[in-house]
RNA sequence: GGUGAGGUUCCCGAGUGGCCAAAGGGAUCAGACUGUAAAUCUGACGCGCGAGCUUCGGUGGUUCGAAUCCACCCCUCACCA
């Protein structure tokens, strides 16, 4: 039985699915009716990052086909902590805390799917519920025994935990399989879940849960999983030299989001594209074609960053983004108006308040790197040695470390209060008197 | 509990009494070139404008001088019980 799904050609035509049970089978599966799916999200901190943004947008294509997602949060398995594929054991962190970030990211998590669409609305659950009164005894005797050590040692994402010279997992890690194998038979039981998705990582973890569901319910389920996300320099996706890019915008700012994603190289754009937006593909296809042919600079990197600004920090985040970004990029910032400074500071350009009294004594090294534009005031250093400190467009020098006063002294700024400070070719920030 | 191997600056990893703020690589930052891209080249890369200050699991000790030697302790791993 041969199927075709438009749903599974779609996300095997953006590069979407790393690994699947029974092509064919699904395929039938997802043809015959709405289903039901889950994806687990754990608590690992108060926000997710991007890397969680290909499931969560997985989620939502499975609901635009019809299908019913379901998010699930780790309140349990989160106080445990996947091994998989992890280097390391990991510290536990105190129930309290995981707690409040279960909460933080069930909001974060709601956003991008739809709680009222009928009958394939979204829910959100979380395991907590269902395991937390688990008594140790029903566990190992219900659960735990449709289980072979044998097997669980054997799969690759603990392989480094095991074989590994200097390393090792604890039972309490290694328990997390079994854990995640239950939740997956819960939700086949109280929702009719019948496919699981989730980072290629997890595969080990779903094919374990399809296992016990087929042995504790007699259900025959599937699963699927998405490609970690490569880039083509072979560095890690999804940091910046600020850290790791949030999808929470008080940790990273909408600004700051869509500049991460402005500046993907050539190399990965058009797979980004395919990857974290709902543009078809022939679209991107054609947006690649254009980039080709035209001269100089792509537009693929921009359509981008104004798409997943959008469907993460909604139209007005994007709004914002887009004019910090337009007045700090386009060239001269000399044009800009009163107003414009104002809202500047409003849409989340980083700025501070000036203390003119002491500015006399502090250095430039120390200003600026306290007002987040470096690290330390070793690289303040280094950017003014080369000249690439401009203040209200002019640059300054190690020469001018001592001169703080005279640099922002009032007679300088713009409307008497702004300076615009640029560190680099991308580090802005704003000072108000 | 026993035996063995380890714990070095963001990561990997050299260093085994002074030449060590500590090789090399990666990551990161800045400059040149560009397109807020990649590649390449240059510089920075514990903190400090600077004099200088604080580091090599912890605590004590030996020494003019310790990441390096000694003692005790803590932690990790492997094998055995």
Redesign the pocket.
């Known amino acids: 039985m041969t199927v075709e799904n438009a749903l599974l050609k779609d996300l095997q035509g953006r590069g979407l699915v790393a690994q699947m049970t029974g092509e064919d089978e699904l395929e039938g599966h997802l043809s015959e009716g709405s289903r039901t799916l889950y994806c687990g999200f754990d608590p690992t901190a108060d926000s997710l990052h991007i890397g969680s943004l290909v499931p969560l947008l997985a989620l939502k294509r499975f609901q635009q086909a019809g299908h019913k997602p379901l998010l699930l949060v780790g309140g349990a398995t989160g106080l445990i902590g996947d091994p998989s594929f992890k280097a390391?054991?990991r510290k536990l962190n105190t129930p309290d805390i995981v707690n409040n970030w279960v909460e933080k990211i069930k909001t974060q998590v709601g956003r991008f799917v739809d709680f009222d669409c009928g009958e394939h609305s979204a829910e959100v659950v979380n395991n907590l519920d269902w395991t937390q009164n688990l008594d140790v005894l029903t566990f190992l005797r219900d659960v735990g025994k449709h289980f072979a050590v044998n097997q669980m040692i054997h799969k690759e994402s603990v392989k480094q935990r095991?074989e590994r010279?200097?390393?090792?997992?604890?039972f309490t890690e290694f328990t997390y399989m079994i854990l995640q194998s239950y939740d997956y038979q819960v939700l086949n039981k109280s929702h009719n879940c019948s496919l699981q998705i989730g980072g290629s990582d997890q595969w080990g973890n779903i094919t374990g849960g399809i296992e016990l569901t087929r042995r504790m319910n007699r259900q025959h389920v599937f699963g699927l999983t998405l490609p970690l996300i490569t880039k083509?320099?072979?560095?890690?996706f999804g940091?910046?030299?600020a850290g790791t890019v949030w999808l929470d915008p008080e940790r990273t700012s909408p600004y700051a989001f869509?500049?991460f994603w402005?500046?993907?190289?050539?190399?990965?754009?058009y797979n980004f594209l395919r990857y974290f937006t709902f543009l078809s593909v022939e679209e991107i296809e054609g947006v690649q074609r254009q980039d080709a042919e035209a001269q100089?600079?792509?537009q693929?990197?921009g359509i981008l960053a104004k798409e997943v600004t959008r469907l993460v920090h909604g139209e007005e985040g994007l709004q914002a983004a887009e004019r910090i970004?337009?007045a700090?990029?386009s060239g001269d910032t000399s044009a800009l108006s009163e107003g414009d400074y104002q809202q500047l500071s409003l849409d989340g350009l980083p700025s501070s308040n000036l203390d003119v009294v002491n500015l006399a004594d502090i250095?430039?090294?120390?200003l600026l790197?306290e007002a987040g534009l470096?690290?330390?005031?070793?690289?303040?250093?280094?950017?003014l040695?080369?000249?690439?400190v401009i203040v209200n467009g002019d640059a300054y020098g190690?020469e001018d470390?001592?001169r703080a006063g005279e640099v922002f002294s009032s007679s300088q700024a713009r409307f008497d209060r702004y300076f615009l400070v640029k560190?680099?070719?991308?580090?802005h920030h704003l000072f108000v008197l």
Do not use: C, H, W
């Not at 402005?262 to 754009?269: E, G, L, P, W, Y």
């Not at 040695?385 to 690439?388: D, F, L, M, P, V």
């Open positions: 390391e054991e095991i010279e200097g390393e090792g997992i604890s083509a320099d072979g560095t890690k940091k910046t030299e869509y500049q402005i500046n993907s190289a050539d190399a990965d754009v100089g600079r792509p693929a990197q970004t337009q700090l990029f250095p430039l090294t120390t790197s470096a690290p330390s005031g070793k690289q303040v250093k280094d950017a040695q080369r000249k690439a190690m470390n001592m560190l680099g070719k991308k580090k």
